[in-house]
């Protein structure tokens, strides 16, 4: 376990910082919607530039890496924790709301690229399994950031003040990320064309994007759904995403052993099929209790599927093309991350937050037609050469 832990040691802090900004925010959004003076659907639409940069900071990633070297990873994750600090701000609200929401998922795509290719290239070369733990860092962060928020919040103080406080954290644990040989090999594609990546990072990065459109979006609109549909407190409405993260922190450390054991499309199958349960529970329920209950098995589920997808997708890689190969995975993949928010507040505008839910259950269920033609698609081809 400390080899493992040393292994993952400078991918852990970015993880972790991400994970701090991103359940922030989600704990926030009651006092950022108040602050904006909009509803669901408003806001949805004033964080639809938060994709668009993400998407074009994904595309820029592989060059921006090489370019940056060993740098690459905390410099990232360091101008996305600072980016965090600037949402709640205020005025003039909207205009500097949708600008800082653009830097956060600019800067959050750029690091989400650089922090799984850098996983994918050591798992491969020293044989070891680590997504699940790094996820879990991811989610352990969450639920941090959405407690000490809930804390936050709870006490009178306002996103001012406690977005900048925690984005200080996230920014000290973003430095931890450096390391002294920690230049993510194999970016570039080389100057002869080098191997395809073929279809295998596309299928992956499919079952990526469903696991993390569900998975932001509940953690994004729990703290909503608990404090407007059910009656929630602020500190009961920071509970709900916190929950969920927990779960899934501590599911993503079970899955780090399960993974080694198992076959992993099943691991997806099963995974998918518990987080669509969940999803359905919080969707009906009377009472923020049942409603965490929902977010537990639905965390349970969901955990897996990311960090699974993205490990196969290395491990079936040709060694040359395995960073391309899992940035290729991770950018379509975060499509999902970045549209689950916005696509649930609209749908939440025009049908109810609960319907939102049932949105995200009936998506849970293509992962199970994806993981299969990825098996599919994997007995077809050799076995790569497993070289860094």
């Known amino acids: 376990m400390l080899t493992t832990l040393s292994a993952a040691r400078a991918a852990l ?18 006092d950022l919607k108040a602050m904006l003076g909009v509803n669901e659907a408003g806001f949805g639409l004033l964080i639809l530039g938060t994709p668009i940069a993400g998407v074009l900071a994904m595309l820029a990633a592989p060059a921006a890496g090489a370019a940056l070297g060993r740098i ?35 800067a959050t795509g750029l690091t989400d690229i650089l922090m799984n290719a850098r996983v994918a290239e050591i798992e491969n070369r020293r044989g070891l399994h680590l997504m699940n733990l790094c996820h879990a860092a991811y989610s352990f962060g969450y639920a ?25 954290l996230a920014f000290t644990l973003a430095l931890s990320s450096a390391e002294r040989d920690g230049t993510i090999r194999g970016l570039s594609r080389p100057a002869g064309g080098g191997a395809g990546l073929g279809l295998l990072p596309m299928i992956g990065g499919g079952i990526v994007l469903i696991a993390f459109m569900t998975e932001n979006a ?41 993974v080694a054991r198992l076959d992993p499309v099943r691991l997806l199958l099963s995974g998918a099929a518990v987080a669509a349960v969940g999803a359905l529970v919080v969707a009906a329920a009377p009472t923020p209790g049942v409603a965490y209950a929902g977010f537990v098995v639905l965390g349970v589920g969901a955990a897996v599927l990311a960090p699974t997808a993205l490990s196969l997708v290395g491990r079936t890689a040709p060694a040359e093309a395995r960073a391309r190969a899992v940035a290729r995975a991770t950018l379509l993949g975060y499509f999902g991350y970045f549209i689950g928010p916005p696509t649930l507040g609209l749908i939440a505008g025009a049908f109810g937050l609960r319907f939102s839910f049932v949105f995200a259950a009936a998506m849970l269920l293509c992962v199970v037609y994806l ?3 990825f098996a599919h698609r994997v007995a077809r081809q050799p076995e790569p050469s497993s070289g860094a």
């Open 13 to 30: 802090g970015a993880f972790a910082a991400m994970g701090i900004c991103w359940g922030t925010f989600a704990a926030a959004i009651p």
């Open 72 to 106: 690459a990873l905390p410099a990232a994750a360091g101008l996305m924790a600072l980016a965090f600090a600037l949402p709640g701000q205020g005025a003039p609200a909207a205009v500097w709301f949708v600008t800082a929401m653009m830097l956060c998922g600019g």
């Open 144 to 168: 941090g950031g959405a407690l000490l928020t809930g804390l936050w919040r709870s006490a009178g103080f306002g996103p001012g003040t406690y977005m900048v406080a925690l984005a200080a």
């Open 218 to 258: 509940a953690e994004n609109w729990s703290a909503l759904h608990i404090e407007q549909t059910l009656g929630g407190s602020p500190a009961e409405g920071a509970m709900g995403p916190a929950a969920l993260a927990i779960t899934m922190g501590l599911a993503r450390l079970a899955g780090q052993g399960l």
């Open 371 to 373: 993981s299969r033609l």
